[in-house]
């Protein structure tokens, strides 16, 4: 099955810096990639994800990149804001499904300080 | 908060007793999930359904066990069985093609006291 680590598992900068959040994932089959953001005491949501199809995704401040060569994705928020703070999510689906059952990484908590 | 419901918020449940976490959904999603949230652990999968009537075990299905005789619901029973059952459980639907979105319920807290 599919294995996802995720670094690091907590993250500190100042408002206005960049933070990157790295994955890497076991199985070569998965080809899609989505990153969730949960806020303290709320439900994970969808933020940003990505196809195997593609290197780089961007919204807004939030840009995900792939290296499908080396396994591993990861995310990127610039101009960070103190309301960027949370803990993300990253995944990869379980290979050989044929619906969406996701491995999840472990989780970096992101505080971002005025 | 529509989509996706878990009940209760926070549940308490005694050492030996079996509690059952609800889960309901109107998104006419095919594929229903439950995680276990622990801290620095991630999301951890204990049981998915792919379609009504069927069901699979995921990472750590020991101690727990789900039915889903309806589309839209997918209850979690958390047994006796189940030795560290403090944790917040995560229920999730999604289409069920492939590399399609989760959406998640806003979680039950479980704690044995």
């Known amino acids: 099955g599919e294995n996802v680590e995720q670094h690091p598992s907590t993250l500190s900068v100042q408002e206005g810096d960049s933070a990157v959040i790295k994955c890497t994932y076991s199985?070569?089959?998965?080809?899609?990639f989505p990153w969730y953001k949960q806020e303290l005491g709320k439900r994970p949501q969808l933020i940003i994800d990505?196809?195997?199809?593609?290197g780089e995704k961007k919204d807004q401040r939030i840009a995900v990149t792939l290296n499908k060569t080396a396994k591993h994705f990861s995310l990127h928020i610039t101009e960070t804001q103190p309301e960027d703070s949370a803990v993300y999510f990253c995944a990869a689906p379980v290979g050989g499904t044929s619906y969406g059952k996701l491995t999840f990484g472990q989780g970096t908590i992101l505080t971002v300080h005025p | 908060d529509g989509g996706i419901t878990q009940s209760p918020k926070y549940l308490f449940r005694k050492e030996g007793q079996n509690v059952t976490l609800s889960c309901e959904q109107n998104l006419n999603h095919d594929a229903m999930y439950w995680y276990r949230q622990d801290p620095g652990q991630g999301l951890r999968l204990i049981y998915y359904s792919q379609i009504v009537n069927d069901f699979q075990k995921g990472d750590i299905a020991e101690g727990y066990s789900v039915s889903r005789e309806k589309k839209e619901s997918f209850p979690l029973t958390v047994t006796s069985a189940q030795k560290n059952p403090t944790a917040f459980y995560l229920c999730a639907s999604s289409i069920g093609r492939r590399n399609t979105e989760a959406f998640f319920g806003q979680g039950t807290r479980l704690t044995v006291v």
């Open positions: 199985d070569s089959a998965s080809n899609y």
């Open positions: 990505i196809r195997s199809n593609v």
